[in-house]
């Protein structure tokens, strides 16, 4: 599958001032497959070398990490040789690892010349450490998420639709044709169903059924469930569990606010807090904090007590929330709350994977804005219509009180700009 992250993973290459790098994301997204690709496609050669599979390279680590001993060694366990310029040395899982994972900085100071890149899970990589600091200033790192909308395209081979989508977004935003907007949304519902997860759309069209896909969904939620005990004590993982289970709970009502008496009667933040920071860790839930104020910067504005919580692929919400395939595929608008929610998440997904930070501000009354976007000096307000009907007073009374430049209105509607308010549908987000 064709991914974005590869044009970055081409420039870290040609970089002067390369550091060895190292690839964060959550399980199941496609870090291990993406960088092999790379490595085989733009080097002579790849040195794979996992480290939770491999216990006895495991204990190579153990030992003198200075790169100039570690090379030979590594050489003689892969029976590979590994060559500057040449040769891309993959440290994959590097999580199992704590010294393998200081051991980039070595090769960041004695042996730059050398192109080394990690990938684990993200999760690992920012609690699994008991004796070594993580080596601050010594990495390049990359963030990787689901395959975002238009990479889903891509793997449908739908790439002249997803060229027309961005003609359509840059260029004045001038409607697209009919046929190719009922197709464009079709392919979204699709990709609420499946979810940008590559073992879940490989899974699809090998099969062509919504029901198949249900077998990866269900493992790599089973992996969630599996890091909870395997990083976690027994009674946080009961409360970690607790707060993973609410989250269809916490969407499916008109107020998104996360609440903790959800989770359990009596609930605060003083019981679930460390549980939403280790699903923010694990890269399993998005959090979107609440701003009081819609004014520059943002985030000196925020409510850290008031925020949403997303999960980070919205087909493992479609799967956990056991929302019917078909309630996504038909064209009828219903009065559901829940199909509100899953929109909200795709929008949450689609920008945090574009690495804008995810803010929505509330009046102090009921106007509500789902997300809020900071850019070039304005703060943009970002609404979200589930289907047809995009009529709101929360955005007349944001445009009144802050007077942005216009607003981002984004609903089953076809491309247009009026009463300054940009109307961008769902399968064009990834453009904003």
């Known amino acids: ?7 970055a993973l081409v420039e870290w290459k040609q970089r002067k001032s390369r550091k060895p790098l190292l690839v964060n994301g959550s399980r199941q997204i496609g870090k291990t497959h993406s960088i092999n690709e790379f490595g085989r496609t733009y080097f002579s050669d790849v040195v794979y070398i996992n480290l939770e599979t491999n216990p006895v390279i ?7 990490i200075e790169p100039s001993s570690l090379i030979p060694l590594l050489e003689s366990h892969t029976d590979k040789r590994i ?4 040769t891309l040395l993959f440290l994959d899982e590097i999580q199992a690892s704590e010294r393998a994972l200081l051991s980039l900085k070595y090769f960041c100071e004695w042996a730059p010349q050398y192109h080394v890149a990690a990938a684990g899970s993200l999760l690992g990589v920012a609690v699994n450490r008991e004796k070594y600091s993580f080596p601050v200033g010594k990495v390049d790192e990359l963030n990787m998420y689901p395959l975002d909308f238009e990479e889903f395209l891509w793997a449908f081979e739908k790439n002249k639709l997803a060229e027309e989508i961005r003609n359509c977004f840059f260029g004045g935003l001038q409607p697209l044709p009919q046929t190719l907007h009922q197709l464009a949304l079709e392919m ?3 990709y609420c169903i499946i979810g940008g997860m590559p073992a879940v759309i490989s899974d699809f069209l090998e099969h062509n059924s919504f029901l198949t896909i249900k077998n990866p969904q269900t493992f790599i939620l089973n992996e969630y469930i599996a890091d909870m005990a395997k990083y976690a004590t027994h009674a946080t993982a009961v409360k970690i569990r ?12 008109e107020n998104k606010k996360f609440q903790y008496k959800v989770v359990q009667k009596g609930g605060t933040a003083s019981i679930f807090g460390e549980a939403i920071e280790w699903l923010q860790c694990a890269g399993i839930v998005l959090k979107c904090q609440r701003i009081e104020q819609a004014l520059i910067p943002i985030k000196a504005y925020q409510d850290f007590s008031d925020f949403k919580l997303y999960m980070s692929d919205v087909g493992m919400l479609t799967t956990h929330s056991g929302l019917p395939a078909q309630m996504l595929l038909t064209s009828i608008e219903t009065n559901n709350t829940f ?10 997904q689609t920008l945090e994977s574009k690495s804008i930070p995810l803010f929505y501000w509330k009046s102090e009354d009921t106007a509500e804005i789902d997300f809020v976007i900071q850019n070039e000096g304005f703060v943009i307000p ?15 009374l944001f445009a009144k009180k802050y007077r942005p430049p216009y607003a981002i209105r984004i609903s089953q509607k076809n491309f247009g700009f009026e009463n300054d308010i940009k109307a961008v549908p769902f399968y064009a987000v990834h453009c904003i």
């Open 1 to 7: 599958m064709k991914r974005k992250i590869t044009a």
């Open 58 to 64: 495991r204990t190579v680590f153990e030992g003198n």
């Open 83 to 86: 060559i500057a310029g040449e």
């Open 188 to 190: 979204y519902n699709y």
């Open 242 to 253: 607790s707060c993973y289970n609410s989250i269809p709970t916490q969407l499916a009502k």
């Open 339 to 348: 199909m509100g929610a899953i929109a909200e998440n795709f929008v949450a």
């Open 382 to 396: 970002v609404e979200v219509k589930k289907g047809l009907r995009t009529r709101s007073g929360s955005m007349a």
